[in-house]
T-cell receptor
Framework: DTGVSQDPRHKITKRGQNVTFRCDPISEHNRLYWYRQTLGQGPEFLTYFQNEAQLEKSRLLSDRFSAERPKGSFSTLEIQRTEQGDSAMYLC????????????FGPGTRLLVL | AQTVTQSQPEMSVQEAETVTLSCTYDTSESDYYLFWYKQPPSRQMILVIRQEAYKQQNATENRFSVNFQKAAKSFSLKISDSQLGDAAMYFCAYGEYGNKLVFGAGTILRVKS
């Protein structure tokens, strides 16, 4: 069990650029979640997948955000035309999706938009 | 929509003493899960303890225990014999089967030596 991994750990970009983050869940976890956390706040839900199907998207997920989970393994979160308000920590979590509802979190990707 | 409230932005405890962090939540569901997560500075969020709503017995994990009051929608975390390594931001979270977690704003715990 290698845990949830995220790449990159840090990303600095200029306003208007596109960025993509990757999350690798714990092996055999079929649910994968994305959250956004701003400084001093709790994480806020963005979207989640059951295998390759995206089952729910938050209203926080504007049209500039898109997430995929091809083949039900790793997931990517892309932000197009970044804005300074997108600066945050982007957290990924996974769970087995059975009655074990505990979500295990990755280290996060910290995004800074200049 | 479900909400989670942590009314204590910051708490302090002396090493080896006991501290209780408060959490209340709002839901109309009867089956759900509650969690406490710990997030040390610049480090990964880790699970401290979880409670299934259908269980009347309060969960315990070594020095960590909860006081789950379903009718009052209250879920507090007690840390006994506090250690310097317990210093972190603690988040209370609510979840339903397979769905998103709803987090509180967090409580910063400082441990004094």
């Amino acid at each position: 069990d290698t845990g949830v991994s995220q790449d990159p750990r840090h990303k600095i970009t200029k306003r208007g650029q596109n960025v993509t983050f990757r999350c690798d869940p714990i092996s055999e976890h079929n649910r994968l979640y994305w959250y956004r956390q701003t400084l001093g706040q709790g994480p806020e839900f963005l979207t989640y997948f059951q295998n390759e199907a995206q089952l729910e998207k938050s209203r926080l997920l504007s049209d500039r955000f898109s997430a995929e989970r091809p083949k039900g393994s790793f997931s990517t979160l892309e932000i197009q035309r970044t804005e300074q308000g997108d600066s945050a920590m982007y957290l990924c979590a996974s769970s087995r999706g059975l009655d074990q509802e505990t979500q295990y979190f990755g280290p996060g990707t910290r995004l800074l938009v200049l | 929509a479900q909400t989670v409230t942590q009314s204590q932005p910051e708490m302090s405890v002396q090493e080896a003493e006991t501290v209780t962090l408060s959490c209340t939540y709002d839901t109309s569901e009867s089956d759900y899960y509650l969690f406490w997560y710990k997030q040390p500075p610049s480090r990964q969020m880790i699970l401290v303890i979880r409670q299934e709503a259908y269980k009347q017995q309060n969960a315990t994990e070594n020095r960590f225990s909860v006081n789950f009051q379903k009718a009052a929608k209250s879920f507090s975390l007690k840390i006994s014999d506090s250690q310097l390594g317990d210093a972190a931001m603690y988040f209370c979270a609510y979840g339903e089967y397979g769905n998103k977690l709803v987090f509180g704003a967090g409580t910063i715990l400082r441990v004094k030596s």
